[in-house]
């Protein structure tokens, strides 16, 4: 059972604007950074976003995030078919000690 | 290149061991601290376990804790991660990731990744 709330589900059609969000608390995305994955179907996690708001090298613009509160956003703009895939936040915990991830959100480009 | 292979999944009875390891190549492996992260079929991703660049710290998710143990040997560029006790609820891919941050372990985030090593407990 993850601490990472997220929404299950998001989808729009090609070049339309997707938003996920990702409900925490203070021990948590409250107190620090939040970094985003992708999971394409069958591969392996990759880093979208860290610290909040940061790409990667060779992360497309389309991509960004942002921090508030207990609460993070990944957006994801001019939508494309490969966006298709799971879509995961993540935060260090300083009650559970540890690091915790999103329940996940399937992005589905209709 | 970075390359993370992990090694060593299987198919294991409840109450048995596996010891996973995970070969890492491309990088200074000795200056950064490496993870352990696992996904049950269908499933979410769970963070296992972190070992810090030279061993001395480690952190594990309350699930398996007492159960599992990280270790590293930067002699040999590779993570292992000793499992013992298993259930039927470790059953997963596990993937090794790389962590990179500006060295609290708070601010991490895993910039390379694995394939993963499945792992099956079942009678």
């Known amino acids: 059972q993850s601490v990472l709330t997220q929404s299950p589900s998001a989808s729009g059609t090609p070049g339309q604007r997707v938003t996920i969000s990702c409900s925490g608390s203070?021990?948590?995305?409250?107190?620090?950074?939040v970094n985003w994955y992708q999971q394409l179907p069958g591969r392996a996690p990759k880093v979208l976003i860290y610290?909040?708001?940061q790409r990667p090298s060779g992360v497309p613009d389309r991509f960004s995030g942002s921090k508030s509160g207990t609460s993070a956003s990944l957006a994801i703009s001019g939508l494309q078919s490969e966006d298709e895939a799971e879509y995961y936040c993540?935060?260090?915990?300083?009650?559970?000690?540890?690091?915790?991830f999103g329940t996940g959100t399937k992005v589905t480009v209709l | 290149d970075v390359h993370l292979v992990e090694s060593g999944g299987g198919l294991v009875q409840p109450g048995g061991s596996l010891r996973l390891s995970c070969a890492a190549s491309?990088?200074?492996?000795?200056?950064?601290?490496m993870n352990w992260v696992r996904q049950a079929p269908g499933k979410g991703l769970q963070w296992v376990s972190i070992?810090?660049?030279?061993?001395?710290?480690?952190y594990y998710a309350d699930s398996v804790k007492g159960r599992f143990t990280i270790s590293r040997d930067n002699s040999k560029n590779t993570v292992y991660l000793q499992m013992n006790s298993l259930r039927a609820e470790d059953t997963a891919v596990y993937f090794c990731?790389?962590?990179?941050?500006?060295?609290?372990?708070?601010?991490?985030?895993?910039?390379?990744w694995g394939q993963g090593t499945p792992v099956t407990v079942s009678s």
């Open positions: 203070s021990s948590n995305i409250g107190s620090n950074i």
């Open positions: 993540a935060a260090w915990d300083d009650r559970l000690n540890g690091y915790v």
């Open positions: 491309g990088f200074t492996f000795s200056n950064y601290a």
């Open positions: 610290s909040n708001d």
């Open positions: 990731a790389k962590a990179r941050g500006s060295g609290r372990h708070e601010d991490y985030y895993f910039d390379y």
């Open positions: 070992i810090s660049d030279d061993g001395v710290a480690t």
